[in-house]
């Protein structure tokens, strides 16, 4: 007979005298792992969101002050631009007011120069 056969263990009862992890201690270290990893994500989740709700304020609040400012500009430019179409007639009344003045001019002095 071999002195391992299948029916006879090599090391005797030292193998069942070693204390074994119970499947159930296991167990449960690994729940409250997952138990303690859920809960940090949660909390790093929840730190995002309050962040994000901070961050959502800041860009509406930077949104607004932009509006605000863009509207005060496009009313300037509306008073700048009648401004600039007020001077636009009165710059065109003087051009036309002064050929009229440099024509007359020339018509005195071609009837000055004919009769002298």
């Given at each position: 007979?071999?002195?391992?056969?299948?029916?006879?263990?090599?090391?005797?009862?030292?193998?069942?005298?070693?204390?074994?992890?119970?499947?159930?201690?296991?167990?449960?270290?690994?729940?409250?792992?997952?138990?303690?990893?859920?809960?940090?994500?949660?909390?790093?989740?929840?730190?995002?969101?309050?962040?994000?709700i901070?961050?959502?304020?800041?860009?509406?609040?930077?949104?607004?002050?932009?509006y605000?400012?863009?509207?005060?500009?496009?009313?300037?430019?509306?008073?700048?631009?009648?401004?600039?179409m007020?001077?636009?007639?009165?710059?065109?009344?003087?051009?036309?007011?002064?050929?009229?003045?440099?024509?007359?001019?020339?018509?005195?002095?071609?009837?000055?120069?004919?009769?002298?």
């Amino acid at each position: 007979m071999c002195p391992f056969s299948s029916k006879q263990n090599p090391y005797g009862s030292l193998v069942f005298a070693l204390p074994l992890p119970s499947p159930s201690k296991r167990h449960h270290k690994n729940l409250r792992l997952n138990m303690l990893n859920r809960r940090r994500a949660q909390l790093k989740e929840a730190k995002q969101r309050k962040r994000m709700i901070v961050v959502k304020a800041e860009i509406e609040r930077k949104n607004l002050k932009l509006y605000m400012e863009n509207q005060n500009i496009i009313e300037e430019n509306k008073k700048l631009r009648t401004q600039a179409m007020l001077l636009h007639k009165e710059n065109k009344a003087l051009l036309s007011e002064l050929q009229n003045k440099i024509s007359e001019q020339n018509n005195n002095n071609t009837y000055n120069s004919h009769f002298m």
